[in-house]
């Protein structure tokens, strides 16, 4: 079965920390999606990426095709941060498809003024 | 640009009715798809489509229906609602997929099936 495992699933921090939220996946994939979700809605694409790192402002992602990992840092954490972070995968080899995605069950993470 | 919008917001049906969730984008893009959400679960595929004409099954597609007989839009039909089918129900779209694109999701529907 192809699965996607983000760690952890809460995290706490104060404003200012550096925060990072990790995604593991079982088999080879093409791209790997970071997703932002606030409470009660919507939920807006921060990164695509297939190799490398990528940064916004004061996001980074990263990926280890080898070690089948992705990784979302997030410097100098705001309150207005406070959200759910998703990985989804593309592409999963083991069947799958390239125009579907397979995602991580996401990480909350709060960030305390 | 709307982007990609969804009607309704919120919707209540009892079991064994049926309805259709709009979705609709301005953007010209030839993937869409819809995502269902339940707590635990992560986001689940039920049904895509890669252009006008052209639709695929997902991860979740039994319970529902889809169509595409324009680019902009992409309903989804409950043909007979099941309490198991209360969820938050997203449409995203992108140019051309996952693989090659950023992914651009609606507001959600929140339905509940009594």
């Known amino acids: 079965k192809n699965e996607v495992e983000q760690s952890p699933q809460n995290l706490t921090a104060q404003e200012g920390e550096f925060i990072t939220i990790n995604c593991s996946y079982s088999?080879?994939?093409?791209?790997l999606h970071w997703l932002q979700q606030h409470p009660g809605g919507g939920i807006v694409s921060l990164f695509m990426?297939?190799?490398g790192k990528k940064k916004h402002g004061r996001l980074i992602a990263t990926i280890n095709i080898q070690e089948k990992h992705s990784s979302l840092h997030i410097t100098a954490s705001h309150p207005r941060d406070s959200a759910v972070y998703i990985c989804?995968?593309?592409?999963?080899?083991?069947?799958?498809?390239?125009?579907?995605?397979?995602f991580g069950k996401g990480t909350l993470l709060t960030v305390n003024p | 640009n709307a982007g990609v919008t969804q009607t309704p917001k919120f919707q209540v049906l009892k079991t064994g009715q049926s309805m259709t969730l709009q979705c609709a984008q301005d953007?010209?893009?030839?993937?869409m798809s819809w995502y269902r959400q339940d707590p635990g679960m992560g986001l689940r595929l039920i049904h895509y489509?890669?252009?006008?004409?052209?639709?695929d099954q997902g991860e979740v597609p039994n319970g529902y229906n889809v169509s595409r007989s324009t680019t902009e839009d992409f309903p989804l039909r409950l043909l007979s609602a099941a309490p198991s089918q209360t969820s938050v129900y997203f449409c995203?779209?992108?140019?051309?997929?996952?693989?090659?694109?950023?992914?651009?999701f609606g507001p959600g529907t929140r339905l509940t099936v009594l």
């Open positions: 953007m010209n893009h030839e993937y």
């Open positions: 995203a779209s992108s140019y051309r997929g996952p693989l090659l694109g950023e992914q651009f």
């Open positions: 989804a995968a593309s592409g999963m080899n083991s069947g799958g498809s390239n125009y579907k995605l397979t």
């Open positions: 489509s890669v252009g006008a004409g052209i639709t």
């Open positions: 088999v080879g994939i093409s791209a």
């Open positions: 990426l297939s190799s």
